[in-house]
């Protein structure tokens, strides 16, 4: 909290007139953080009336925010902050199921992912893949960056899902924007 405080300039006694403790501050900024990614991913689905390009932008904004992101934050969370955990749970479980659902119901609608996938199950497959990418016994820091585990994940993903259409269109679109991402 004194770190807190100096970063920000204020004395620690202001920063407690705003929370009780550190595990109530760490659970404010991961809701903050999640608004914020909510509030991205929802311009970028408006911005993009295609499935295909809306996965490809939020993927890019994903892949930028993974770089920021210390490896042991999401052990630390867990293992720390339950209320933090929980905040980001919920946002895992909700928000992130919804879009994905969204995003999948758009694509099958628009000929760009298969007619036959299991909507509910895709989405919850790429919720858990959400867990395996900060598993440091899966993907050890020392091996892999998770920028690169993130990129293999949305090419599996994609790839999985789309239909001849829209593999056609992703790799004109690969070609067309040299996307290094996919």
Not at 81 to 102: D, M, N, R
Not at 120 to 126: E, F, G, Q, S
Not at 150 to 170: D, F, P, T
Request: aromatic share 10%.
């Amino acid at each position: 909290m004194d770190d807190v405080a100096r970063e920000l300039k204020i004395s620690k006694k202001t920063v407690y007139k705003y929370v009780k403790d550190k595990p109530e501050l760490v659970a404010k900024v991961m809701t903050g953080i999640c608004l914020e990614e909510q509030a991205v991913t929802t311009k970028i689905a408006e911005e993009n009336s295609n499935a295909i390009d809306e996965l490809i932008e939020i993927s890019k904004h994903v892949s930028q925010r993974l770089q920021q992101i210390h490896p042991s934050v999401h052990y630390d969370l867990e293992k720390y902050y339950p209320k933090a955990w929980e905040v980001f749970v919920k946002h895992k479980t909700e928000y992130i199921y919804s879009c994905v659902t969204q995003n999948l119901e758009k694509g099958v609608k628009q000929d760009l992912y298969r007619k036959n996938i299991n909507i509910p199950v895709i989405a919850k497959l790429y919720i858990s893949k959400i867990d395996m990418v900060f598993d440091p016994e899966i993907f050890p820091v020392t091996q892999f960056t998770f920028p690169e585990v993130h990129a293999e994940h949305m090419r599996y993903h994609i790839r999985g899902i789309a239909s001849e259409k829209g593999v056609k269109y992703l790799t004109e679109k690969v070609k067309k924007e040299n996307l290094s991402f996919y």
